[in-house]
């Protein structure tokens, strides 16, 4: 994105990463859920939230409906505006991340690019979640009624049935959640979080 301001110098801060990590006892960083409308995204990281935030870790969830209600209020669905409501969401995630949080998103970005400059923002602290659900099992799903209006013509650049998908070629953790529950969903991501964020106990 072309930068409009001039006459702008970065800041450095006065508290490092490290610090901040050893504050909280875990890394910062992105787990970036992506996948087609009904995959789970939501409802896998709200509860990973809950959880996380149980055992003492510091995580916080950016949702994309939520954001398109402040944030991204001004954006709607064509290309263009799906690029940049991602760029904006990878770089709020990326001031949550340098703050020491573990962000969770939750939205079908469906564009490698658009992942890919979110992976840039994070600057090494960005993991792609792949919830690998396949288009029949999502549309059988349908929680929100929106593949059926889509069908019916009433969505226009609608993700998987009027608008691509592009799906991730190397993420750090693929989940299928059309053939595991959400409890061994939420598994292997506790399991994927320990792994790679926490710290160990001095």
Same mark, same amino acid.
């Given at each position: 994105?072309?930068?409009?301001?001039?006459?702008?110098?970065p800041?450095?801060?006065? @508290? *490092?990463?490290?610090?901040?990590?050893?504050?909280h006892?875990?890394?910062g960083? +992105?787990?970036?859920?992506?996948?087609?409308?009904?995959s789970?995204?939501?409802?896998?990281?709200?509860?990973l939230?809950?959880?996380?935030?149980t055992?003492?870790?510091?995580?916080?969830?950016l949702?994309?409906?939520?954001?398109?209600?402040?944030?991204?209020?001004?954006?709607?669905? *064509?290309?263009?505006? !799906?690029?940049?409501?991602?760029r904006?969401?990878?770089? @709020?995630?990326?001031?949550? =991340?340098?703050?020491g949080? +573990?962000?969770?998103?939750?939205f079908?970005?469906?564009?490698?690019?658009?992942?890919?400059?979110?992976?840039?923002?994070?600057k090494?602290?960005?993991?792609?979640?792949?919830? *690998?659900?396949?288009?029949? @099992?999502?549309?059988? !799903?349908?929680?929100?009624?929106?593949?059926k209006?889509a069908?019916?013509?009433?969505?226009?650049?609608?993700?998987g +049935?009027t608008?691509?998908?592009?799906?991730?070629?190397?993420?750090?953790?693929?989940i299928? =959640?059309g053939?595991? =529950? +959400?409890?061994? *969903?939420?598994?292997?991501?506790i399991?994927?979080?320990?792994?790679?964020?926490?710290?160990?106990?001095?």
């Open positions: 994105m072309a930068h409009k301001s001039t006459n702008i110098t800041v450095a801060h006065g @508290v *490092s990463d490290q610090a901040r990590w050893r504050r006892g875990h890394r960083g +992105v787990l970036w859920l992506t996948g087609l409308p009904g789970g995204k939501s409802t896998l990281a709200f509860e939230e809950r959880r996380l935030f055992a003492g870790y510091r995580a916080y969830v949702d994309g409906d939520n954001l398109r209600h402040g944030l991204n209020a001004d954006l709607g669905f *064509s290309p263009a505006d !799906r690029s940049e409501n991602i904006r969401v990878g770089e @709020v995630a990326a001031l949550f =991340t340098g703050a949080m +573990v962000v969770i998103t939750a079908i970005s469906p564009y490698r690019s658009d992942r890919a400059a979110a992976r840039r923002a994070a090494g602290n960005f993991h792609e979640i792949f919830l *690998s659900a396949g288009l029949a @099992v999502c549309e059988k !799903r349908d929680p929100k009624g929106l593949y209006k069908r019916q013509g009433k969505i226009i650049e609608f993700t +049935v608008a691509p998908y592009e799906a991730p070629e190397s993420p750090e953790l693929t299928d =959640t053939a595991i =529950t +959400v409890e061994q *969903s939420l598994r292997l991501l399991d994927h979080v320990d792994k790679n964020f926490k710290l160990p106990a001095d």
